[in-house]
């Protein structure tokens, strides 16, 4: 994993915006030391690289008002909601101008009747289902953190409830943004379905920040399901859960959560949450529908575990029980963590055709062995998406260049394998050298798109391209 | 509704082009002045502007060779698939070349296991569903006609069962397609999901031949369910119906297709296909599930219908029942057709907040009986998706004036409500007028877009934009 490069500054632009914005935006203005860190990457290996100043921004005219400036005199801007990103994209290669959106964390408006809600960019997911929980709606996509709905859209987020849901591609509905040259504009109509020109939503939705900055977004709520089951099961090997999970998704089995845990994780999470699951790998799976559906879903999975070893199947519908089975899943990085006090976690993030899964999650078991590695895997399983997640003493040159080329290694047999280095966490700077392996000239369609919208290159540069 | 205007005509080039094209492709290529007439526009009252020759193309490559001999003389190229779309979308108003690829009809590769497969653009729906049904897999989109695959992706096509299954966009995984100038890319991996880049293929699906050429596409699949039960309902007012639909989305019930019919189209198929449904508003339904589940969902549909005035609910699982039930909403358009003999559909497609339904349905009947207009609707109400079909008499320029003013009244009507013009035809040549108003500056983007990967605009021109 190349570590990304520090890109050429405008420091006469930067100088002159900085000006302007103190002037603007006074208080809600910072370039102190300690704020610009918290603004750049923190949460991975990648080294920080810190923005040249914070605007705190209220509206989606402040944040255009905050581009105008950066466009006048050239300087990069690099959109902000929690800073849970994985792959660098809050820092600043080439310094710039943070745009923080987290205080502008208004639900605008929730049509109940259509199942949808307005949102700005800083509503969390969490805030957003605490404020739709008395309407009996809830916002499905659940990435792990509680990150922004504008920064989950940005890096075309999902997560567990990816399977049943889809994820912020499928469940985004339209987006405000302000662009390159700080205009606002509404890429859809609030209909469910619309065939009127482009699809900019989607063009939107994984765009890390380099199209435009996301200062709305119109989601698709669900109503909260009559009834939810939780359940785990345990299996023998790593390949009898994989291969149950294929046949679950073969079957059409409406799963709405279907996780993977192997079993350093299992392991790891008895340790953390104090549980006494088997110490072998383990599906946590979630159903929602009518009382009857949830139970005649958890029979049919119970039937398909069965046929590949499955045991302790145990499924259950009490709210205590069930927070208390996903809780060890939510844990789950932490308790990684504890398994090597003191050492980074570089997080992979590969997806692959459902009936590679089994192929894909073994491999990569046994290349982390093989390489001296520990890696606990986890998957949203049901999608073919895993994360290996690389436990690195970082003061340990040799196990840190090991650890560069295990990710290389899975990105790239994932890619072999018809699948793609990155299901949910985004290109960033991080996986920068696969997105060319990966999509060959589609990337030159990409830069040709980057190059009309943003002419300039002042949104979010340093990312997605190399 | 502008007609269509003819664009500048690049002669020479053209006159070079069909000489080049006549050499590489001899029997293939053909400037018949019939074979050219079918290659334009015919099914809807937008005049049929014919190209100056036509290509069959054998495969990708071919494509890539065309679209190559066009660019180097600057001659549109317009993709054909079976030409079922709705607004002047094949019609070439600056003449050039029709790439016709219905002879590009082979199922590359079906993952059965993956829930996915690769066809190229010329096979169509329903040869897909034949090539699947013997392993229990079925590509549910259904937009009424035998749409090619290729064509469907390129107008983000949906229809019946896009309530259960989204439509295009959320049913095609990856594209393959030939750039303007010739070059052949792929937008995405075969993964279920993934976060690598720009959204290209959602970016191509909907861009009717604007951005590219379609060659090969990679659908998502389903599996035929255990148990599919069909019903219908009668309601006293038109808005009853719609206020069923809402409660029926609002609720959550999973229903695979909900079509609506006004008492005008039950009279006409009635009519045309020999039944005895009662001439008031009709909704149908389909369910799929496990046979439980379709029990439930068919009783849970029964209450809620209940509760809004519904009659003559019955459900049914035999397929022959089915298959009557839903001849009838397949026959609407001939039966409709049947109503004024010697007269044209005029197709109206917008699409709104499903709250909003019965009032932009009920608004729109009586817009069309103030504007003395025969205008029977039919909708895909579970989206919010209805059509008004206009029987226009051609010969009557008041009446054709008048049904030009219904259609404008209509999609700025969807447009107030927070809608879109057009729910699944597309833009086309017939709604251009109409995208500005419902997206402003958004359109802006759309053409900055085409200009960066189409910069002397040979693909499709005329469509869209105006």
């Not at 504008?150 to 889809?166: I, K």
């Not at 009834?227 to 099961?233: L, N, P, T, W």
């Not at 859960?241 to 709405?256: F, H, N, S």
């Not at 259950?316 to 050492?343: F, I, N």
Request: charge should be negative; proline fraction near 5%.
């Amino acid at each position: 994993m190349a570590q990304p490069e520090a890109l050429t500054r405008n420091e006469d632009g930067i100088a002159a915006a900085l000006g302007v914005l103190k002037q603007q935006f006074g208080e809600r203005f910072s370039t102190g030391a300690s704020i610009c860190e918290q603004h750049a990457h923190t949460t991975t290996w990648i080294p920080n690289q810190p923005p040249d100043g914070v605007v705190f921004a209220h509206s989606a005219q402040e944040v255009a008002d905050v581009v105008k400036v950066c466009a006048a005199h050239k300087v990069p801007v690099i959109p902000f909601g929690t800073g849970t990103s994985l792959e660098g994209h809050t820092n600043a290669p080439a310094g710039g101008i943070s745009i923080d959106v987290s205080h502008m964390d208004k639900v605008v408006e929730v049509n109940a009747s259509d199942l949808d809600c307005r949102v700005q960019p800083g509503v969390t997911r969490m805030a957003l289902n605490t404020h739709l929980r008395d309407q009996g709606l809830f916002f499905p996509i659940d990435p792990g953190a509680d990150a922004s709905i504008g920064g989950m859209a940005a890096t075309r987020a999902s997560g567990t409830n990816a399977v049943r849901y889809g994820t912020m591609k499928d469940n985004v509905i339209s987006v405000e943004v302000v662009t390159a040259n700080g205009e606002i504009i509404r890429t859809a109509s609030r209909a469910r379905k619309s065939s009127a020109g482009y699809d900019l939503t989607r063009l939107m939705v994984g765009s890390e920040g380099t199209l435009g900055i996301i200062t709305e977004v119109t989601l698709r709520l669900q109503g909260i399901p009559e009834a939810i089951s939780a359940a785990s099961c345990s299996f023998p090997t790593i390949e009898a859960a994989c291969e149950t999970v294929m046949a679950v998704i073969q079957y059409g089995l409406p799963v709405a959560r279907i996780e993977l845990l192997d079993a350093l994780v299992v392991k790891a999470v008895n340790g953390y949450s104090k549980l006494t699951l088997p110490e072998t790998p383990l599906l946590l799976l979630e159903f929602h529908g009518s009382d009857a559906g949830v139970v005649e879903q958890a029979e049919t999975f119970g039937a398909l575990a069965e046929e590949f070893g499955g045991t302790g199947y145990a499924a259950t519908t009490t709210a205590e029980e069930r927070t208390k089975l996903w809780q060890a899943r939510h844990d789950a990085y932490w308790a990684m963590l504890a398994l090597r006090p003191g050492c980074k976690a570089v997080a992979t993030d590969v997806c692959v055709p459902i009936s590679k899964l089994a192929e894909a999650v073994g491999a990569a078991a046994a290349k982390a062995l093989e390489m001296d590695l520990i890696a606990p895997i986890v998957g949203h399983a049901g999608d073919g998406n895993f994360h290996a997640s690389v436990l690195v003493d970082m003061q340990d040159v040799a196990e840190v260049a090991r650890a560069e080329a295990f990710v290389s290694w899975l990105n790239d047999m994932a890619i072999a394998l018809g699948g793609t280095c990155t299901g949910e966490h985004g290109i960033g700077q991080g996986k920068r050298p696969y997105l060319r392996r990966e999509l060959g000239g589609a990337v030159d369609m990409m830069m040709a798109v980057k190059q009309a919208l943003d002419p300039d290159g002042i949104l979010n540069p340093g990312k997605i391209f190399i």
